[in-house]
């Protein structure tokens, strides 16, 4: 066999493995309910933490009837070494439904799927990402990769994120954690530590 065509094909092997692919399901999720109708207000202290649906839900009859639904998530990234380099994420979705406009949030603070209700829910962080016209079925989507990397890189930062519906009168759900289809998230990562590493066995192999 011609040496330096094993060489070549060794390298070229290892140069396509300049990165590894893991993929997250959430640790938690659930939904919160906010329902006014005519002075009355309800479902403030509704928990969902059990739901196999996640309500992404604005509901705007008239100024005395309207509602949301507002679905929290939360991966943990803990497994992955501080330090390590993000290439790109995607956050993958099954969702039903109308939605027109999502906005996803940082959740600033820590909670608990199973006592979250619109009473108890975190502060909103800052905006991570729009959706315009999310399409239904199996969807996935680019995640911004900063904020992923910061949920790495401190993992105290990391409390999930909140999906909200931007405009009135349009409502879908995703499937939860609790289903057989939940929401993923998946993180291509820099693996060129072990590139080099790889490169220097095959030189000294040769």
């Known amino acids: 066999m011609n040496r330096g065509w094993l060489i070549c094909t060794v390298a070229l092997a290892v140069l396509s493995a300049a990165w590894a692919s893991e993929v997250f399901e959430p640790v938690q999720d659930s939904y919160t309910v906010y329902s006014?109708?005519?002075g009355e207000v309800s479902g403030t202290d509704e928990n969902h933490g059990d739901s196999i649906t996640l309500s992404v839900e604005y509901i705007y009859e008239s100024s005395d009837e309207y509602g949301?639904?507002?679905t929290y998530i939360q991966f943990d990234l803990s497994s992955?070494?501080?330090g390590t380099t993000l290439l790109e994420a995607d956050l993958s979705m099954w969702i039903y439904g109308w939605p027109s406009m999502w906005q996803l949030f940082e959740v600033a603070d820590d909670w608990d799927e199973m006592e979250i209700t619109y009473s108890t829910a975190p502060d909103q962080g800052g905006l991570i990402m729009t959706i315009t016209n999310p399409p239904t079925g199996?969807?996935?989507f680019d995640f911004p990769?900063?904020?992923a990397q910061d949920w790495v890189d401190d993992p105290s930062h990391n409390f999930g994120l909140e999906i909200i519906e931007h405009y009135f009168s349009r409502f879908a759900v995703v499937q939860s954690r609790e289903s057989s289809t939940p929401p993923q998230l998946e993180l291509n990562l820099d693996d060129s530590r072990v590139q080099e590493s790889s490169w220097g066995e095959i030189k000294a192999a040769f």
Do not use: A, G, K, R
């Open 145 to 147: 990769t900063d904020v």
């Open 36 to 38: 006014y109708d005519h």
């Open 68 to 70: 949301w639904m507002n």
């Open 138 to 140: 199996f969807s996935s």
């Open 80 to 82: 992955i070494e501080p």
